[in-house]
């Protein structure tokens, strides 16, 4: 489904979207998993959804994506969420990566040794598009998109600071039963029209990964020009 409308207005319309699907599958899981980035329009999103009637005690929060810093750092995607749903959520449902050491590697089998006792399994993807199509830390034409891990991977080299990062695979977010994807801001006007060019695939357009779940929202504040 294709919504577009101002900022303000796709802000609250996604965050009654997760608060929907949250409900909906809560009634047929035990658990329902939410992959979430950072970001300005996400921490909005948080603020609205903290407000709401949400099953938060069957919801497991992992990040989509993840600086490789510690939890507490400025750019630590987790800090950003924890800092606002750390008063509706208990703390063993709301997933950090953990970098405790200098070895990331086994960092990133922790996090995907939690993320396996959840069910391995994303049920609903938050993702918010980059200016160059890309989602989560998968970068257009680069071996992040390529990655062929079935949960999260290392990325390396990253074209946008910092370059060292962990990501939920195209793999994983692919196995989600549904995503809402934002285009919010005019700087986003050229990864949109990317995602709707039908001869572009995901790895020139990693958002494009979202049109292959069963229900899937794209929401835009793009409004001057047809799509």
């Given at each position: 489904m294709?919504?577009?409308?101002?900022r303000?207005?796709?802000?609250?319309?996604?965050?009654?979207?997760l608060?929907?699907?949250?409900h909906?599958l809560?009634l047929?899981q035990?658990?329902?998993?939410l992959?979430?980035?950072?970001?300005?329009?996400?921490?909005?999103?948080?603020?609205?959804?903290?407000?709401l009637?949400?099953?938060?005690?069957?919801?497991?929060?992992?990040?989509?994506?993840?600086r490789?810093?510690?939890?507490?750092?400025?750019?630590s995607?987790?800090?950003?969420?924890?800092?606002?749903?750390?008063?509706?959520?208990?703390?063993?449902?709301?997933?950090?990566?953990?970098?405790?050491?200098?070895?990331?590697?086994?960092?990133?089998?922790?996090?995907n040794?939690?993320?396996?006792?959840?069910?391995?399994?994303?049920?609903i993807?938050?993702?918010?598009?980059?200016?160059?199509?890309h989602?989560?830390?998968?970068?257009?034409?680069?071996?992040?998109?390529?990655?062929?891990?079935?949960?999260?991977?290392?990325v390396?080299n990253s074209?946008?600071?910092?370059?060292?990062?962990i990501?939920?695979?195209?793999?994983?977010i692919a196995?989600?039963?549904?995503?809402?994807?934002?285009?919010?801001?005019?700087?986003?006007?050229?990864?949109l029209?990317?995602?709707?060019?039908q001869?572009?695939?995901?790895?020139?357009?990693?958002?494009?990964?979202?049109?292959?779940?069963?229900?899937?929202?794209?929401l835009?504040?793009?409004?001057?020009?047809?799509?």
């Open positions: 294709f919504l577009r409308g101002t303000h207005e796709m802000i609250v319309r996604a965050t009654r979207l608060r929907d699907t949250i909906e809560s047929k035990e658990r329902v998993v992959a979430v980035p950072g970001g300005r329009n996400v921490a909005e999103i948080f603020l609205q959804l903290r407000e009637d949400v099953p938060w005690d069957k919801l497991d929060i992992f990040m989509l994506d993840e490789l810093v510690p939890i507490d750092h400025s750019e995607n987790f800090r950003q969420a924890s800092e606002i749903l750390d008063a509706v959520i208990e703390k063993e449902r709301l997933h950090p990566f953990v970098l405790e050491s200098d070895n990331p590697v086994t960092a990133l089998e922790e996090y040794r939690r993320f396996k006792d959840c069910g391995g399994t994303i049920d993807v938050l993702a918010s598009s980059g200016e160059d199509g989602i989560a830390s998968l970068f257009p034409s680069h071996p992040s998109v390529l990655d062929q891990g079935e949960l999260f991977v290392a390396h074209p946008k600071p910092p370059s060292e990062r990501s939920a695979s195209a793999r994983c196995r989600a039963q549904v995503g809402v994807l934002l285009f919010l801001g005019e700087e986003k006007r050229d990864a029209k990317s995602y709707f060019d001869y572009k695939d995901y790895q020139d357009c990693p958002a494009k990964i979202i049109s292959t779940l069963p229900t899937h929202y794209v835009t504040d793009q409004e001057t020009e047809e799509i």
